[in-house]
């Protein structure tokens, strides 16, 4: 599938601005990070900024953006309907819970209330955005046990890291969140490891044979309908080499996993302000290694269309 | 609506003769021809005179070489909507443009509601649909909606513009929900098959695979030629000189 960058930083970006705004409608909601003005505004303004930019880049995706409001109407049916709707409802909890929690300083009561909705939007809003993968049949990388899962745990990876940095950075942090952070960029790391690994095994039923209807033996295609490359080779036909996705791969585990896991490891021993420099590296990383494991999110993931064209 | 119908009162479809169908692009032609004007109008292209040619079409014919332990042939494979009972193009349609029509199980696109987000063709796994970069909306086969029910047209060319199109007669065009009519006896009879019934879209279009070979073939081989005398006399002396 083409990476398209409109598509690779809005999965990404609204990932992390959720699980930064799940933790601190959580953490914040119930009393667990004071409730600082600075420390809050910027938090708020981080998540809540985070999930607009994404939104914002995934109507640059669109043939017709100015219809992008028709979007919302098909939610019994359509997954990308539903995020649609579930991602501007969860704003209406977010920014209850940002007004009493940095404006007026509260916790608890309505804000602790409005901070678990703005978290269990913030929840939904992530399913639905891995379920628009993970119900498409005709991508078997994506139509699997695994993605839906991904979404979650790196939606709450990318935002527990955040939320370290920022704690780190008002001299807030601790080291609950700290371990948390740590242990979620493990969790991320395996289950990334564990995607892979399942489908490098893969083994596709649907083949040049039953896209046919030719039983049996090989079907080679030996010309295509078209000299040049149409809307379906373009859209669905992108290929990455086998070294590139290796040195990818290689990549992605660097940036986004075991950099962000060696320096919160290293924050634990460290003085503020290395502590906080630290987190903030740890998280600036991990964001940039996540960009390259949703670009190849799409680069790996085949389309049954490309059988048409022979590419197996 | 982009939630599916229980049913439909028909299922208007196709069934493609892959044993009679030569290749000739003579459907592919006239769909673009019909389609450029009709429903879905226009299928644009992107320049069409350069070296980056592009553009929408609803039917492309693909060639292959199927090979078995009886030998190989070669097979050209017309592709187009297949009007699935289970389209998952429509459901996952987030704006209610994508449809599938209640009456007759037609696929549909409202162009005036398609905010172009691609969804539809990355849920369709024949490549049915095709983007349309200029105007900014998705677009499919209409199965010559504005053909078959027109009255305008006489009555024998109310089909498809492929069907009408082909000189081999490999498209048949009929209601495939009912078990008598002539298409869906033509699938009985020829063991039509449905393409990626794995996935569980339940096209509603058939492929008919080729015939098996026949044992009967014509015998073309012609008698031995005679053996050729050697030339006699001097000239013959002088063709066996030059010849060693």
């Known amino acids: ?312 | 609506m982009t939630c599916l119908p229980v049913q439909t009162d028909k299922k208007l479809g196709l069934v493609i003769d892959l044993d009679t169908c030569v290749g000739c692009q003579a459907c592919v032609t006239a769909c673009k021809e019909w389609n450029t004007g009709g429903h879905m109008a226009p299928l644009t292209d992107i320049d069409p005179y350069g070296g980056h040619v592009d553009g929408v079409w609803f039917n492309r014919v693909h060639s292959y070489e199927h090979t078995t332990e009886l030998g190989g042939r070669t097979v050209n494979f017309p592709r187009s909507c297949l009007h699935c009972e289970q389209p998952a193009c429509v459901t996952v349609c987030p704006t209610g443009a994508s449809y599938k029509r209640a009456s007759d199980g037609i696929v549909l696109v409202d162009e005036d509601k398609c905010i172009g987000c691609k969804l539809c063709s990355w849920a369709c796994p024949y490549g049915a649909r095709e983007f349309d970069t200029d105007v900014g909306v998705m677009k499919k086969c209409t199965l010559c909606v504005d053909r078959i029910y027109n009255d305008n047209l006489a009555e024998d060319d109310r089909v498809p513009a492929c069907v009408a199109a082909c000189p081999t007669s490999a498209r048949h065009f009929g209601d495939l929900g009912d078990p008598a009519s002539a298409i869906s006896q033509l699938v009985e009879e020829r063991g039509g098959v449905a393409l990626m019934p794995e996935l569980g879209y339940k096209p509603t279009n058939i492929y008919l695979p080729p015939r098996a070979r026949s044992q009967r073939a014509a015998k073309v081989d012609a008698p031995a030629l005679e053996p050729i005398e050697a030339e006699g006399g001097f000239l013959g002396w002088i063709d066996r000189m030059l010849s060693n």
């Not at chain 1, 990549?251 to 502590?275: E, G």
């Open chain 1, 1 to 312: 599938m083409h990476p398209a960058f409109s598509v690779v930083f809005f999965t990404t970006a609204t990932g992390a601005g959720y699980g930064l705004l799940a933790l601190l409608g959580l953490l914040g909601g119930f009393g667990f990070i004071p409730a600082d003005f600075w420390l809050g505004l910027v938090g708020m303004a981080l998540a809540l900024g985070l999930i607009a930019a994404g939104l914002l880049s995934s109507t640059g995706h669109l043939g017709r953006p100015e219809r992008a409001w028709r979007a919302f109407s098909q939610w019994r049916s359509s997954w990308l309907s539903r995020e649609g709707v579930a991602s501007v409802a969860t704003f209406l909890p977010a920014a209850l819970f940002g007004i009493g929690w940095v404006f007026l300083g509260k916790s608890g009561g309505w804000v602790a209330a409005a901070g678990l909705l703005a978290a269990a939007g913030a929840v939904i809003t992530v399913t639905t955005t891995g379920m628009i993968y993970a119900s498409l049949k005709p991508i078997a990388q994506w139509h699997s046990r695994y993605t839906l899962p991904a979404y979650l745990i790196f939606a709450g990876m990318t935002g527990s890291v955040l939320a370290n940095a920022l704690l780190q950075g008002f001299r807030q942090g601790s080291t609950a969140m700290l371990i948390w952070a740590l242990l979620a960029t493990l969790a991320g790391w395996g289950w990334k490891l564990a995607t892979w690994r399942y489908n490098d095994r893969l083994e596709i039923p649907t083949t040049a044979n039953t896209a046919t209807g030719l039983a049996g033996g090989t079907v080679r295609s030996i010309e295509w309908p078209h000299t040049e490359e149409n809307y379906l080779l373009k859209e669905m036909g992108f290929r990455i080499a086998r070294e590139h996705s290796a040195k990818l791969r290689r990549i992605t585990q660097a940036l986004a996993f075991a950099v962000p896991a060696i320096l919160l490891a290293i924050v634990y021993f460290l003085p503020w302000p290395l502590s906080a420099i630290a987190s903030m590296l740890a998280a600036v990383a991990q964001l940039a290694g996540m960009l390259v494991e949703r670009w190849l999110f799409f680069a790996e993931a085949k389309h049954t269309v490309t059988l048409y064209y022979g590419r197996e």
